[in-house]
């Protein structure tokens, strides 16, 4: 494990047992692992949000909200945490939904510490890209905020493949006007290809634009 790609990373431990919550501590820390442990989900739903990298290492059944009830409410409150079950209790149907449900794993007491240690550089893994994702799609929407009402549509139009002399036509402007807008929108977007450009576009849910709502 790259203990360096682990350094302000936290963990946060949903046990009600706590010498299993101070044993687990333990060897998180061991490993560079920021911790945060919670006896229950309820104490854990009230510390949110936690905006950085990290996983949660969550036992199946505990007083009050159990596990896979806690991982219903995370998905349903956006909490994009990965989830690796530690559990003495892990029956097929429960242990199927909540992998159907997005858990990374799920891991039977006592398990091997370096089991879990490895289940916890994955997630962290898969979190960190995750994360890195999200940061992107908001950089782009933030370029694409910058466009003017026109330069949107020219922008939809050239993803679309149309030509500045096409474009011009579908917009009822001329062709050297079409290529302002059009370098404006790559200089604010930051891009100087059509193909980059396209991917940007998609990746925030941008399609081409319908001709026949072109106006």
Known sequence: MDKTNAIRRTIFIIDDDEDVRRALGRLMRSAGWAVESFPDAQEFLLRLPYDDVGCVLLD????????????????????????????????VPTSISVMKNGAMDILLKPAAD????EAISSAIARHASIKDDDSKRVEIETRVSRLSLREREVMQLVIGGRLNKQIAGDLGISEKTVKAHRARVMEKLETRSVAELVRMCFSVGIEPRALDSVQ
């Not at 596990?67 to 559990?87: F, K, W």
């Not at 370096?114 to 240690?117: A, H, R, W």
């Open 114 to 117: 370096d089991l879990v240690l």
């Open 60 to 91: 199946m059944q505990m007083p009050g909200m159990t596990g896979p009830e806690l991982q219903e409410r995370m998905h349903a409150i956006g909490v994009s945490l990965p989830i690796i079950y530690l559990t003495g209790h892990a029956d």
